[in-house]
């Protein structure tokens, strides 16, 4: 501790003193209540503070040289501290040592280092009271509780009188980050975002300091390309700041960089004089070449606008715009914060009539999602729901992609801060890293289960906020499995009564209050827009079991479900995706939109259903007859089946061509082999009666060369060769099968 820093703690030690009443006895300004209660708290964390910090010169000088004058002044103070100063007696000892150290503090000539000599005449440092650090409201006595108990990750604390459900309190000397999640007279349950039962957890006694705000968001420029912890701490801020790869106990770091500075462009049509509400866009911020960035007036607010910032640079915590309502003034930056358990509100909801295209055959073809959809992939551990979640990442057709880590394993989230930023798209001629258009929510398995719940409302407010722009945004759970894991965990150290597999009996709600924050919706505010959130999720079921509790509440919400099967895993098809049992309710919502651009792909895609379920009637004939005894319409159907199976259904992620599909080479690839299938089928048909029987076998042996094009079809790069090469190469292909069919006939 420095020179100058021992003189302002003696000096502010001094000013206390001088704060004081006339009198010398100090039990009767206690006893006549003439010390004010906050500053008795306030002394006792100064003395407590300071006495830790000079404990070591003070030894080195002679002044409380032995170690158990240091022990009963901490005993001290903590109690004082509390014990809300119940014993007056503690109080009195703590003020009279701090007295005691007052008079014994030397003072230090910062010149010469040498210690000052003491006279009669030497008087305390004269210091301005308007700069002594004040009594925030949140440290006043009135705003502490204390621990009762801990078990877990749940701690119960008393003395909580007038706190609220879902209040944000932070737990112990540490300041851990918790949430109020049940109360009962004056005692308070909270749930603990941090570790709680390490080497320097949590004992009963600690303080407990209410904030007064619900666990919330910081929702302003800075969020696209960042990765964030459960509770929205930046992660790679905190690793700068602490040289470790753990996060520290307590850390209390801004989700958003105060020193970067934006640039901000106010709306041309604002004015001093204008009236603005809630959801009107004011202002714009280049973000990055990918998301232009609106900024937008919180849903809650409105007036007449007195100050609008000119155009420039600006960081988030510098006021854009004033706002007067009612004679009352507010300020406004470029953040705003927003409670992660309340939805934001929209001017309506509007139904879904454009798909969420993945990129992935299978998915687009037979079980498409919308942009403002819900989604659920369940599957057994190695089916591949994260690679999918991924690929909907890189390839899907949303603006704003939001990837929330929920209690899975550290490295995957490490190959998407791998893979991402290596991955590009096209936009007007210019090559963009779509790590510009991904947010990035990491709460995995090695960290505190709690969190993992917060999580996930993270994420959806991240969603939220971006969709309130105007954006198309895809929001990624991956997985909610692990999220209702730290439910039931919780749910078990309240005691409650468990339900199914010892989940809580709220489960299916739960679930469903964040399933339905998802849509398609037409944003608060003007210019008028919409917007939409999709919430693709993925579930683990212990062993594949879709019976789980968590799977079957997730499929009684969402409208599509991507089934994975083990078995085709164990085949090495991918994406494992049963074609048997997943389904989507959004086919006839999105029928208008096909009809308009691709008209014929309806009838296509009823009829690969339809070969792919005969396919699978005719699969236990042909174990026990054998294929040779199958009618030639049922042989063709089972080559057709295998040609859907192995060469449109299935998908190499890891190769240039196959990793993308457009949606245009997806119809290319389904019309030709069905276009094969209603031809073979119309060769055997028409022949049957005649003399010149076509079978199975004489197309396969005069159709080798067609057969071996169809199946490859799907090796066309569409960023190499190009749409309109892709699609003339595939007409030719139809073309050229028609004259052989027709030679064959002949």
Known sequence: MSFEELNVVSALLSQFIQLMPQSPDLLSCIETKQIP????????QALLQHMGICRSQWATWGIMGKTADWTDVQKTTTDTLHKKADREDDLVQAFQLLNVVRRNIPQLDPATGTRAKRTQDTKPVKMDISKLPKIRDEERESQFGYVHGVSGPVVTATAMAGAAMYELVRVGHSELVGEIIRLEGDMATIQVYEETVNSAGVSVGDPVLRTGKPLSVELGPGIMG???????????????????????????IGALNRDLKWEFSPSKSLRVGSHITG???????FENSLIKHKIMLPPKNRGTVTYVAPPGNYDISDVVMELEFEGVKEKFTMMQVWPVRQVRPVTEKLPANHPLLTGQRVLDALFPCVQGGTTAIPGAFGCGKTVISQSLSKYSNSDVI????????????????RDFPELTMEVDGKTESIMKRTALVANTSNMPVAAREASIYTGITLSEY??????????MADSTSRWAEALREISGRLAEMPADSGYPAYLGARLASFYERAGRVKCLGNPEREGSVSIVGAVSPPGGDFSDPVTSATLGIVQVFWGLDKKLAQRKHFPSVNWLISYSKYTRALDEYYDKHFPEFVPLRTKAKEILQEEEDLAEIVQLVGKASLAETDKITLEVAKLLKDDFLQQNGYTPYDRFCPFYKTVGILSNTIAFYDMARHAVETTAQSDNKITWAMIREHMGEILYRISSMKFKDPVKDGEAKIKSEY?????????????LEE
Not at 403 to 417: D, P, T
Not at 731 to 743: G, K, S, V
């Open 37 to 44: 209660t906050g500053l008795r708290t306030w002394t006792a």
């Open 226 to 252: 960042s990765i964030f912890d459960g509770i929205q701490r930046p992660l790679k801020d905190i690793n700068d700041l602490t040289q470790s790869i753990y996060i520290p106990r307590g850390v209390n």
């Open 279 to 285: 959801g009107d866009i004011y202002g714009m911020v």
């Open 402 to 417: 939001i990837y929330v880590g929920c209690g899975e394993r550290g490295n995957e989230m490490s190959e998407v801060l």
């Open 466 to 475: 971006f969709r309130d722009m105007g954006y198309n945004v895809s929001m």
């Open 731 to 743: 007409a030719q292909l139809l073309e050229d099968m028609q004259n052989a069919f027709r030679t």
